[in-house]
């Protein structure tokens, strides 16, 4: 009996199939949760190897379930090899628990470009936030040292992209000038997600189209929002895969389209929350996710990314 | 620091809370892969408990991956109530491989009764197809006995029906009577999902809406289609989930919707292997479920209930 074709990959589209490596909680959204319904609703095939299976998130007072490790990971890709399904234009990876898993982990990202060498790996090099590192300390060098070489797009926060570059970001500057360290490194495409500069907050883009020339650089002000969410950073870059592979010229519109699609969830999310009566600064929130998918398949563009001259 | 409420409980909605505990496949759509997607584009918040990681299905002439144990699936019932996260409005199960996992689901279902009485439970008693068992045949009387007692609503096929009722099933009329024993067992909602008689397919329906009364009951007339889809199953008792939640009353008008859905999205893959070149007869095909999603959210209602008089 004849394999029938990988469709999302014989037919024409602007989509993509992508290979998402990230943790499944059964309830809530982060991780697989937050990302890969997102890009179901912007029209890709999102193959997932959930990393854990937890009840919910860590933030949680408690929380139970099951681990994968970096073998049984690899066995996962030996079982679609042996069928020929491993090839994916995109490779998608977020919180990283242990050293090994991150190891195992290149070890994928290399057998995925033997079969595919333009394979698009978008990473988020989930390490820590607001000057605190949430993962072993000994994933930061991995993460320098190893990933970032081999990243398409980086999608690090401000404390993140510190770390990579180990460079001070205090002002635009800096935060330009982190981005053109990480270019050199490796990725083409870099997102420093949030950077916060004298009480305001930042994403700032860049895109080097040509190794020779200057990166085109972007920003774009995001509203402080009076919360605290989980599943942002994940969901965050899940969408600028989704729009930067429609539009791979245009990182700055691709950042418009996932900012102004996050932004509308967060405000739904809270407001829904303060429907419910519930004080939102009390506790961190579950994001709005399935009420929000309008605002992921079609956004109203409602913030503009200011290029850098 | 107080915990935030559930939104998709505290707030109005049509929809609901659906803990969904399937299979999961790297690549393809079964199990939650094709149950999960539909149900949050119908906008309900699904929390799925994956009973087993695999690369791919097991029609494939390989598949590698790690399996779920009943023990492993208390342990996430059971994170989940310690952070109060067990009141579901609807349990989903499919395929089930062994009786000591099925007996597992059935503690699942006492436990979410006694955090919510009025759990509906729908149950797709996954056994066999065209007259062949496809699960150990112990799981046979564990079904009737003590699942489908159990159930709100039942989506068997014509061949799981005639084991659940010991009867055999060879026209309409002892569909009706096969919904029938069925009701008296347990679920008000039967719907048997394909019938052949005489070369042609049906599904039947069946709402017992007071226990005093006959149910009213309908068919529907489905197209052959000249192809082997996997996937269909599950995206059907999912469907019918996600449609009779909306309409209550109208379980005609639910699989209305529901076989509209499917079949749109089957008459697209079919269209798509076909242009990419490929006879569809020659191997059983991956549904086009992400490129179907206008035809889940928004069926144009094509097929028609004929209620029985």
Redesign the interface.
């Known amino acids: 009996?004849?394999?029938?074709?990988i469709?999302?990959l014989?037919?024409p589209s602007n989509t993509g199939r992508v290979?998402s490596i990230q943790s499944?909680t059964?309830?809530g959204y982060v991780g697989n949760k937050s990302a890969v319904?997102p890009l179901?609703?912007l029209?890709?095939?999102v193959?997932?190897?959930?990393s854990v299976?937890?009840?919910?998130h860590t933030g949680?007072?408690?929380?139970?379930?099951?681990v994968?490790n970096g073998q049984?990971l690899l066995?996962?890709?030996?079982?679609?090899e042996?069928?020929n399904?491993l090839y994916y234009t995109h490779l998608l990876t977020g919180y990283i628990g242990s050293v090994s898993f991150l190891k195992s982990v290149l070890e994928v990202v290399d057998k995925l470009r033997s079969i595919n060498p333009n394979l698009t790996y978008v990473c988020d090099p989930v390490m820590g936030d607001e000057g605190k590192l949430y993962v072993p300390e000994d994933l930061v060098s991995v993460y320098r040292e190893k990933v970032v070489p081999v990243a398409s797009m980086l999608t690090p926060n401000q404390f993140e992209a510190e770390l990579l570059t180990k460079l001070r970001i205090g002002s635009e500057t800096d935060g330009r000038k982190a981005c053109k360290i990480l270019h050199a490194a490796g990725p083409s495409k870099v997102v420093i997600t949030s950077i916060n500069i004298d009480g305001n907050l930042l994403l700032i883009g860049s895109h080097q189209k040509d190794k020779k020339q200057a990166p085109e650089q972007f920003k774009i002000v995001i509203p402080r929002i009076p919360a605290y969410f989980t599943g942002t950073g994940d969901l965050m870059t899940a969408l600028l895969l989704g729009w930067s592979n429609k539009y791979p010229d245009n990182l700055d519109k691709a950042a418009e389209l996932a900012v102004s699609s996050l932004q509308a969830l967060l405000q739904r999310t809270l407001n829904?929350?303060t429907?419910?009566?519930?004080?939102s600064k009390?506790?961190s929130?579950?994001i709005?996710l399935?009420?929000s998918?309008d605002d992921i398949r079609q956004p109203k563009l409602t913030f503009k990314a200011h290029k850098y001259s």
């Open positions: 009996m004849a394999s029938p074709p469709l999302s014989a037919l290979l499944h059964v309830q319904f179901q609703l029209g890709y095939d193959d997932p190897i959930n299976q937890f009840s919910n949680y007072p408690t929380f139970k379930g099951q994968l049984q066995d996962l890709i030996e079982g679609l042996a069928n399904l829904a929350y429907s419910a009566g519930f004080d009390s506790s929130l579950e709005r399935i009420q998918q």
